[in-house]
């Protein structure tokens, strides 16, 4: 049985843990990216768009996860590009841990435009999920943002210029 803590992380803080602690302290402390990258305007066409009979944001503890259908017992999260991603990956299975806690047992789905991948979380994941809530924590208490590294995903990420000034472009 899975204990029933109240969790200040959400979805979002998970898969930016997975790809830049910069990124997840900027975001934890709102500061917003400028909202005019190319990955922003595309995710909010499709968070509009797609899975229009779908409940949409149903709030679970501090996250909101797009779509879920709970009487069929599984969540859908949805990305952008092609294959699934290890942050994708534990974003998800950190919803399937979080309606585990609620007494709902879930099974997730990745798609993207050329993958579909069906989620599912075990003991060792919710020990991965324990231990990543506790390290998140950590990082969004910190008085300063960690260090940022430049890394391949930083070339399209919208937090680029807040990081890295016009070094990059």
């Known amino acids: 049985m899975i204990s029933k803590e109240k969790l200040d992380v959400t979805g979002i803080e998970v898969q930016y843990y997975y790809t830049c602690k910069t990124m997840l302290w900027l975001y934890s402390h709102k500061i917003e990216p400028p909202q005019d990258n190319e990955l922003i305007k595309e995710g909010k066409v499709i968070h509009r768009f797609k899975y229009k009979r779908e409940k949409k944001e149903v709030e679970l503890n501090q996250s909101k996860i797009d779509v879920l259908k709970v009487g069929d017992k599984y969540v859908v999260y949805e990305y952008k590009r092609g294959k699934p991603y ?79 000034g016009d070094r990059y472009e």
């Open 86 to 164: 290890y942050n994708h990956k534990m974003q998800l299975k950190f919803y399937i841990y979080q309606l585990k806690q609620k007494g709902v047992n879930a099974i997730g789905f990745l798609i993207g435009k050329r993958a579909r991948e069906m989620i599912i979380i075990n003991k060792e994941d919710i020990k991965k999920i324990k231990d990543t809530i506790k390290k998140i924590e950590e990082v969004k208490s910190l008085k300063n943002p960690p260090k940022p590294r430049w890394k391949r995903i930083c070339k399209n990420c919208a937090y680029k210029i807040i990081c890295f």
